[in-house]
C-alpha cells in the first residue's frame, strides 16, 4: 500500500545532519510498492534516497522522496569455489559486509564500515583499501522510471571507474536500482593487505596469516581512528575524490614537493592523495562556524552542529580553488551535491 507524506523532515534520513524538507515522501519497502509509485503517474518527478550518506543537501527538495527499504539476502548460486548472493537495495552495506564474515565469503572485507546501502554500490563503485565493489559486482538489476520496466546489468554494461558507472552518467536519473548481485570466495580468499595501514596493523597484532575476519577488524579499526562517527557528528565519510593526474605532470610537481603520497595508476598516470592536498593547503581542523575539516582526516567535511548544506558546499569550493591554486591539481566531490 502506497502512503504519501507531506513536508517531510530529511534530517533522520542523511549523514550529514541537513534538515531540508521534502515535499512528499514515500518509504518503499517492496518491489510492488515502487511500481504502484512508478505507474501512479505523479505529476511531480522523483528523487531517490537510499542510505543518505553520500549526499549534502543543500535545499529542500521538492520532489517526492522514494526512501528506497528494500531488505532481503539470497543466495542464488554456488559451485566448490565461489558464492553467488543477490542482496537487495535497502540492506545497510555494513551489515551485509559482516554477513559474509560470518559466512565466510571473501572479497568485501576491505569495504568494511562503508556507510551506505547496497544499492547504492553499483552508483558509486565505493572502494578502500585497494579493493573496489566492482571487483566482486556479478550484475545488478534495476527500474527504469518512465518504462517501468526492469533491467539486469553485467558488469560490463555498468561501465564501471573509479567512484563512476553508467549511472552517474548515461543513465544518471534513469534508472532505481533495486538489487545487486555480489561473486564471492568461499576459500582461498585473495586477501588485499598493502594499502593503506592494514599491513602493520597486523603486524602490531602478531598476525601472519590474516582471515578474512582479521581484515574487515583491522579496517573497522582504521576507520574508526581516523573518521568520525556520522551518529555523533555530521559527515558524508570521504568528500573528495582522489585526483588521477598524468605521470608528465607529477614528475614536476615531485620535484617541488618530494614528499607528495602516490599510486601508480598505469604507466601514464598517477593517483594524488586529496586528503594529503587539502592537508598541505591548511585545511584539517578549519573551521568556519558549525562547517569544518575534520581533525584526523581532511578528506572528510562535517557539521559540528548546525551548519546548513549551503554552508558545506561553500567550504568544499573554498577548499577545490585553493588546492587548484597550490598544485594546479583539479579535486572534486565524491559526495553528490544537491
Known amino acids: 500500500m502506497m502512503e504519501i507524506a507531506q513536508n517531510i523532515s530529511l534530517l533522520p534520513y542523511n549523514t550529514f545532519g541537513i534538515d531540508a524538507k521534502a515535499k512528499y515522501f514515500v518509504n518503499i519497502d517492496s518491489l510492488n510498492t515502487l511500481k504502484d509509485v512508478l505507474k501512479s503517474n505523479l505529476p511531480e518527478s522523483l528523487f531517490i534516497l537510499g542510505g543518505g550518506s553520500n549526499m549534502l543537501l543543500t535545499k529542500n527538495i521538492d520532489k517526492i522522496v522514494l526512501k528506497i527499504n528494500i531488505k532481503g539476502i539470497t543466495i542464488v548460486k554456488e559451485d566448490e569455489d565461489f558464492v553467488w548472493v543477490e542482496v537487495n537495495a535497502g540492506e545497510i552495506w555494513h551489515d551485509f559486509v559482516l554477513w559474509c564474515i560470518e559466512n565466510n565469503y571473501g572479497g568485501i572485507e ?95 597484532k602478531n598476525i601472519t596469516t590474516p582471515t578474512i575476519k582479521d581484515i574487515s577488524d583491522v579496517v573497522i579499526a582504521i576507520r574508526q581512528e581516523k573518521l568520525p562517527n556520522p551518529k555523533e557528528i555530521g559527515n558524508s565519510g570521504s ?70 548544506g549551503e554552508q558545506l558546499k561553500k567550504l568544499a569550493d573554498t577548499i577545490l580553488q585553493e588546492v587548484k591554486g597550490i598544485f594546479g591539481i583539479d579535486i572534486s566531490p565524491e559526495v553528490n551535491i544537491f
Not at 566492482?134 to 527504469?144: H, T
Open 110 to 204: 576491505n569495504l568494511s564500515l562503508i556507510p551506505g546501502n547496497v544499492g547504492a554500490t553499483p552508483i558509486q563503485n565505493i572502494g578502500a583499501y585497494g579493493v573496489e565493489v566492482k571487483d566482486v559486482i556479478e550484475s545488478c538489476k534495476g527500474i527504469n522510471m518512465s518504462t517501468k520496466e526492469f533491467t539486469t546489468f553485467s558488469n560490463k554494461d555498468c561501465q564501471f571507474g573509479y567512484r563512476e558507472s553508467i549511472f552517474k552518467n548515461d543513465l544518471k536519473n534513469q534508472y532505481i536500482i533495486t538489487s545487486v548481485i555480489f561473486k564471492l570466495t568461499k576459500h582461498n580468499h585473495i586477501l588485499k593487505t598493502g594499502y593503506g595501514a592494514i599491513q602493520q596493523e597486523l603486524e602490531a
Open 239 to 308: 568528500f573528495f575524490k582522489n585526483p588521477i593526474i598524468s605521470k608528465d605532470f607529477f614528475d614536476q610537481l615531485i620535484k617541488r614537493y618530494p614528499a607528495m603520497p602516490h599510486y601508480v595508476v598505469n604507466s601514464t598516470e598517477i593517483k594524488i592523495p586529496a586528503g594529503w592536498l587539502i592537508e598541505q593547503a591548511g585545511f584539517k581542523g578549519y573551521r568556519l562556524g558549525d562547517a569544518g575539516v575534520h581533525n584526523n582526516q581532511a578528506l572528510v567535511l562535517v557539521n559540528y552542529g548546525n551548519a546548513t
